[in-house]
């Protein structure tokens, strides 16, 4: 990714990151969260993780969002008064944020990785390549229009994140499974209502499902 | 067969008591008495083998620390175990007819044989942690029997005080057995005898004296020796069966039975033994004179149980265990009867315990009056009842030993004799005193054949082939005329003076009020636990303020609370005060983990 | 998160967090290669990182929802009916 | 039959329980406790008949999924700690009605632990970061809303959205611990990743702020300082059952990952003993995190006078001894490995505070309240109840004779061979803290007079269970071989 774009969508993603922070109104925090998201998706997508900059998208904008901005408006929240608004406690977060951040740049400063750029590690196709053909011969399950895309010199990122997770990561697929299960179990219940009015709160459940 | 069916016999019972047979008194009084004759059998089956076993490692931390639940079986652990077998037994059958009409038989049957579990332990227990657990679990129990009709206020209380002032005593073997461990490695009987023939003991005699007096605290509260004696005579208030068993023959017994385990100890350090010895002498003088004064039939039995008791801790203070465990012996046969008769009589009319209402039941409990006589005459030394040779051999070690506990052990004998024939005098002889005593009739079958045992074995369980038999310790001591004269001349003339000042009063003839009143020990007491508290809980309050509240807890508090003080006007526990104390403490966490190094 | 006192402004404060760890990781999965191309294990994780939080996100939402049946509020500072 | 096999079982008896539930709605809420209860006893059964990875790798999942000794172990205690709890709703279904309002929902929360009994399963098995990861989020899921269950009460909502939104920000954490931690080694398997931390050099910083941030994340979990804030409130809002299967479970499962974790870190390459090796800087860091939770647990334990919120507190102060004993792992020098000592301190635990917790239960199902004062002529009203919480509560003092004074020992024992003297020294303090608070408990059921005089009911269910809790306490307490043997 061109240096330009990167400083773009970086300014991108903290600035509107502050700015769900700084806003009082919750619908404008959403919405900014909305955009903080996009730039992070598109740092992704510069990351070469084309796959989960699009299911950012997906499910941050598209099913999150739309939930969120939903609750806000089932609920009918107005902004936050003013009037317990303290500097004080303004200064404080931002005082441990700032620490903590300072924290974590001391550390980079010493990581060798924070120094290098991305051209120092290009993807080697050629190597790839070979590794795959011979994975594949000795049995274990690649993607031959993966590879037939790497030959070609383009990362086809949904296939080769399909091909390990549906090889490697089964188990944790299951688990997710049962994770999601129990969210909507949770949802559907908590969101019961005492009368057999129909229930506002189980259209979180469904969600849950999706994502 | 093997030593630990003891110890498993009576936990059965109390298991099969507390979770199944509760509902039912009778039944759960046939499971204990069965498990104590069975515990009984056994005992009597083991005689003749003598081992000691390990049955499982209970700690085991790399080299520092063994403690193994191991059992000794010992002819000192094969005597012991027979008395209280044995009383155990005859107690338990005498509760059967004594506690009838009880509402809580099933507790009371369960107690006891809790009773008779722990103790078990403490004579089996072949290390002194083990002792000192099961030495806890007999205080439990006492205090559960002690307290049985616990809806009774001076009951209750005297439970309270018992096991309070059992704690003090503990407290010293607890720190006894720490200063032991600290000093030796090792908390085993057999490790500890090891450590001292290995001569190490030169270095640390003032160590090792001071351990040993430790362990002497807990036997002066459990054996009730002065300053701490004032349990038992209250003790008095729990079933008469139970003051028979526990207070008589063997929970009380079992602070010289421990004393006379680690006997080795005090035979190292002369010091120990010179305390402890004169400790001993010290409460049989005081108990033999407060035992003149009392009205209260058991009360004056438990004084008298003091003052024996006072005997064995002398003269296992003057180097001769044997001599303490033989007089245990036979003090267990007559003491156990004159309580169970006490028991008796106290039945035939109608928990009546004042001894100024009762007279001329001689004819009207014959039975009984004959058992009660044996056994006074055991306790005064009459010759040759078995109480006759114990004390005999008392006197004469003392008489080697030091010729001012002679003096006193002979004052002792000459009090007996005086308290003991006035008792006699006033409870049997003369007219009924009241409507109760007139009505009086003999005690049934299951009741007074306890007695009767233990009246023969008060009579014979001296003589030497008898005492071999039963395993009892025999203490090393000639036929020595001068003794047995002095024995016989106090013995006559406490007697004498008993039946003569008391025979046909109806009403104490001269009350001395110091004795009377107990040397004023109880009020003494009161008094200073009653400021002590005072000021105590004015110093613990001052502490409390000062580091629980202030220090620990409000120091704690406000720690948590405002790390940022900063906050603290807006933050009042809540989330936000939370996940900001989560900030901090991620900072803190990183900053010490990456950067403090 | 200490700032704000809306419960549904923190939930979407938590999205903010997991997704700076999300570009951590991604980062490092490029950075690493791995038999020449992106690890993918690390991205493997993002995946689940973002199931877990939609996840999350919904629990967390029904909670606020039944909060605010119950308080007509979704104030946190007024959370505060335990006390020491 | 392979290990996991059994989470499959388990997921698949919740499956089973969610469908009754639907279409069979005269089950009611004892029998599906029942038949949960049997499915996860069955599988508990089928543990020890499990096998492990085969010798030659064949399956991808054993680089994700490990079934040693360490690993059944948790996996039994978490399916002995979900059988009782699952005991514990049963008795606790009446309150949790008058919560939930006519909407109903009792059968889902007799649902819920099954399932997050699988994700402690899986936690007790992963040793790689993303299954770490998962079943950690499995876990912690469940939790959330087992926590905020009763909807309209308003202290559970409020402990559920205090649990979730300081959960969620320690996961967050977790997963940046984890990014870093990929960073730096490019691996995700903790086995290889210790490996490949032996052979780096110069990276101690990254190494350890990647370390400290997942000590962020699992301290939140068992509850250590500074990241305890949130456990007395959530204890004390969330219904009992789950707050016994918070301190039980959710700790225990903590743990073992926090082990295996700081396993990695410190792992086969052995301590560099000079100073300034961050294995050196990883210990410091353990020790004073344990000693700074004993320490806080202990003491605000004191003024307290809500009985979950001692439990609370006493449950920090016993994460406290847990990590004294992890910290004292390196270099090995006991006869029991330290991974050894905190397993049996957790089967101990796991007794004590089920037998606590199920007395309260009963207590509190037919009193409104959970203060300590409900307590009050426990004795009396209620001997048997009285003497299970006795034992229960001596055990957690630690006093001899019981399993939670090995426990304890151990630890000690373990600091002591290490030479962490002011350690033992605040483990000791704490310890003696601990007999003055537990004390309270003890003088409030057998001094205090009783407020009301009726006899507690006690089915027979429950009775059975707490009269085998109580004789686990004291029988385990006579004979450590047994926890022992199971871990060999």
Partial sequence: MPLPLFILFSALTLGFAVAVIANRNPVTAALCLVVSFVGLAALFIGLSA?????????????????????????????????????????????????????????????????????????????????????????????????????????????????????????????????????????????????????????????????? | MSPALLLLLPLLSVVVIFFGTKWSGTLSALVSVASVAGSLGVTLALFSTDSSMVAMNWIALGDVLQVDIGLRWDRLARGMMFVVTLVGTLVHVFSLAYMREDEAKARYFGCLSLFMFSMTGIVLADNLVMMFIFWELVGVSSYLLIGHWFTKASAADAAKKAFITNRIGDFGFLIGILMLFGLTGTVSFTGLENWLAGGHAGASAGLLTAAALCLFCGAVGKSAQAPLHVWLPDAMEGPTPVSALIHAATMVAAGVFMLVRVGFLIEASETAGLVIAWVGGFTALLAALMATQQDDIKKILAYSTLSQLGYMVMVVGLGSGEAAMFHLYTHAFFKALLFLGAGAIIYACHHEQNIWKMGGLKTRMPITFAAFGIGTLALIAFPFTSGFFSKEAILDIALHENKLLFLIAAGVAFLTAFYMSRLLVVTFLGAPRSEHAGHAKEVSVIMFVPLLILAFLSVVAGYKPVAELLQAQLPDVHWNWFVFFVSLATMLAGAGLGFLRYLDKRSEPKVIPVLANKFYFDEAYGWAVRNLQDGLAWVVRGLDALFIDGLAVGGITRLTEGVGCLFRRVITGNLQAYSYLFGVGVFVLIYFTVFLR | MIIRRSALVILMC??????????????????????????????????????????????????????????????VTTLTSMSH | ??????????????????????????????????????????????????????????????????????????????????????????????????????????????????????????????????????????????????????????????????????????????????AFLFGVTGQTNLDVISTVLGLLEGQDKIILFSFALLLV????????????????????????????????????????????????????HGVQTGDGSYQDQIQRVLLVVAGATILFGSLAAIPQTNFKRLMAYSSISHAGFILLALACAYPVRMDMASGEVVAFYLAAYLPMTMAAFFVLCIVRSSRGEEEISVLDGLGKRSPFL???????????????????????????????????????????????????????????????????QDAIAVGTGSRVLLALLAAAIIFLGLNQGIILGFLR
């Fill in chain 1, 50 to 211: 084309f796959f989960i900059g699009i299911v950012q998208i997906l499910v941050y904008a598209g099913a999150v969002m739309v939930l969120f901005l939903f609750i806000i408006m089932l609920m009918d929240i107005e902004e936050e008064e003013r009037k317990h608004f303290d500097r004080l406690r303004t200064a404080g977060g931002i005082a441990v944020g700032i620490g903590v951040a300072f924290l974590i740049g001391g550390v980079l400063w010493d990581f060798d990785y924070g120094k290098a750029s991305l051209d120092d590690v290009p993807v080697q196709f050629e190597a790839a390549i070979t590794l795959r053909e011979a994975d594949a011969d000795s049995g274990i399950v690649r993607s031959a229009n993966a590879t037939a895309a790497l030959r070609e010199g383009r990362l086809k990122d949904v296939a080769l994140v399909g091909e390990k997770l549906f090889n490697d990561y089964n188990l944790h697929l299951q688990m997710i499974a049962v994770l999601i299960l129990i969210a909507t179990i949770g949802v559907v219940t908590l969101g019961k209502k005492d009368s057999p009015a129909p229930d506002s709160g189980s259209s979180g459940g469904d969600k849950a499902s999706e994502s």
């Fill in chain 3, 14 to 75: 938590l999205e903010i967090m997991l997704s700076a760890a999300n570009l951590a990781l991604v980062a490092f999965s490029r950075f690493r290669l791995e038999a020449g191309l992106p690890d993918y294990d690390g991205q493997m994780l993002v995946f689940f990182v973002i199931t877990v939080a939609a996840a999350e996100v919904a629990v967390g939402l029904a909670i606020v929802v039944a909060l605010f049946r119950s308080r007509r509020t979704i104030d």
């Fill in chain 4, 1 to 178: 039959m392979p290990a996991y096999i059994l989470e499959l079982i388990v997921v698949g008896l919740g499956l089973i329980l969610l469908l009754l539930e639907s279409f069979l709605p005269r089950l009611g809420a004892k029998g599906l406790a029942a038949i949960g209860s049997v499915g996860l006893l069955v599988v508990l059964f089928l543990l020890p008949s499990v096998t492990g990875a085969p010798s030659e790798s064949t399956g991808i999942i054993w680089k994700f999924y490990s079934a040693d000794s360490l690993a059944l172990f948790y996996k039994g205690l978490a399916l002995i700690t979900t059988i009782l709890v699952l005991m514990m709703s049963v008795v606790y279904v009446p309150v949790m009605q008058r919560y939930l309002g006519t909407g109903g929902g009792v059968g889902e929360y007799l649902i819920l632990p099954v399932f997050t009994c699988a994700g402690l399963m899986w936690m007790a098995s992963a040793n790689d970061l993303t299954s770490i990861f998962v079943s950690l989020e499995v876990v912690t899921i469940g939790f959330y809303i087992m926590v905020a269950y009763m909807r309209r009460n308003v202290g559970s909502l409020e402990a559920g959205v205090k649990y979730l939104i300081l959960g969620a920000v320690s996961t967050g954490f977790l997963v940046y611990g984890i």
């Fill in chain 4, 217 to 268: 994340a699992f301290g939140f979990k068992v509850a250590a300082v500074p990241f305890q804030m949130w456990v007395p409130d959530v204890y004390q809002g969330a219904p009992t059952p789950t707050a016994a299967f918070l301190s039980v479970g959710s700790k225990a499962a903590g743990f073992i990952v926090l082990s295996r974790i700081v396993d990695a870190f410190l792992g086969d």
């Fill in chain 4, 386 to 452: 009285a003497f299970v919480l006795l034992v229960s509560v001596m055990g957690l003092a630690g006093i001899p004779l019981t399993v939670g004074f090995l426990g304890k020992l151990y630890v000690f024992q373990a600091a002591l061979d290490q030479g962490h003297f002011v350690l033992l020294a605040i483990a000791t303090l704490g310890a003696a803290a601990g007999f003055y608070y537990y004390f309270k408990v003890v003088r409030s059921m057998y001094w205090n007079a009783p407020s009301d």
